[in-house]
């Protein structure tokens, strides 16, 4: 009986050991991801915890737009400064992610409306133009003749 309550404290122990260093974020590493606006899911999807939230805000990381007509949509970008092909970005429409890729000279020889940031056109939504925006401290993107302002 006694070989029976080592064990069994002894398991209680070492889970208890395992569990906690599970959790454990170093105190530096939490002040970068506050920092940065980062979370951890959106480091490995490419925030950059070494830049400020506005730097990592540019590439859309934790930005979120909401409006439209009939049809309500939550839109989500991402734009990854390192990536092996010509997708180098992501756009999120009410949960659904597709590859995409930027243009920045969208408008080509003409001139772009005032705030223009970029242009991202994904693969798979018959080539769907989302165009984002920034100006007087306003972010939005204008998406099917709607504008979706920022809601996050």
């Given at each position: 009986m006694n070989a029976s309550k080592l064990i069994l404290s002894s398991l209680i122990a070492a889970s208890a050991m395992l569990g906690s260093s599970a959790q454990a974020i170093d105190s530096?590493?939490?002040?970068?991801?506050?920092?940065?606006?980062?979370?951890?899911?959106?480091e490995m999807q490419g925030c950059d915890i070494n830049k400020t939230k506005d730097q990592n805000a540019n590439s859309g990381f934790g930005l979120a737009f909401c409006g439209?007509?009939?049809i309500k949509r939550r839109i989500e970008y991402t734009v990854m400064e390192k990536a092996p092909d010509q997708w180098n970005a992501s756009v999120t429409v009410n949960g659904q992610t597709q590859r995409a890729m930027t243009a920045y000279s969208y408008f080509g020889k003409s001139k772009p409306p005032q705030g223009f940031v970029v242009a991202?056109?994904?693969?798979?939504?018959?080539?769907?133009?989302?165009?984002?925006?920034?100006h007087g401290g306003k972010r939005w993107i204008e998406f099917a003749d709607y504008q979706y302002k920022q809601c996050r």
């Open positions: 530096k590493y939490r002040k970068k991801l506050e920092q940065s606006g980062c979370t951890q899911l959106s439209g007509g009939a991202i056109l994904t693969e798979e939504q018959r080539g769907a133009e989302f165009l984002v925006f920034s």
